[in-house]
């Protein structure tokens, strides 16, 4: 008998799926180093950006839990708290009672302001061996990728 391992070869799918993973996850966890100092998380952070993104006519709940990037089972115990943080505020609209438009207040922006520069520097320095046509290359195919799962 064969001292070789008789483990099948990995298809280059399977092989990129689990890369793309565990990458995803080694850039997730510097970001969350940087903004965890903050008191926020990586998620109420996220939720933080598409407020502000948004401007001041705000979101409701739904389109938030849509644009988020990782999906929170509890968006309301998360936006509460942001709220208790006193980083966004919650209005139930009059034109239709079942609609919660939530806004940043100025404490999320101020937040915000404090983060941009350190994560923009992580983000240059996580991608920083690459060149700008790789980079375009990359975004392009992630692009494709996440444009078909998403049909």
Known sequence: MSSRSHHP?????????VTILKTADRLAQQAEQIIK??????TQYN????LRGAGPE?????VIGDRMISRDPDMTRLLDRLEKQGCI???RQT??????K????AEGLKQLKK???PVHELHQSQFRHMSGAKLNQLADLLDELAKRESD
């Not at 939720?47 to 598409?50: F, N, S």
């Open 47 to 50: 939720v933080l950006r598409i």
């Open 37 to 42: 100092p903050s008191g926020l998380t990586a």
């Open 115 to 117: 983060l941009d520069q």
């Open 58 to 62: 705000g979101l409701p709940c739904r």
């Open 102 to 105: 939530t806004r940043i207040t």
């Open 89 to 91: 505020t919650r209005e």
């Open 95 to 100: 034109d239709d009672r079942r609609v919660i």
């Open 9 to 17: 070869v990995t298809p280059i799918e399977d092989a990129l799926f």
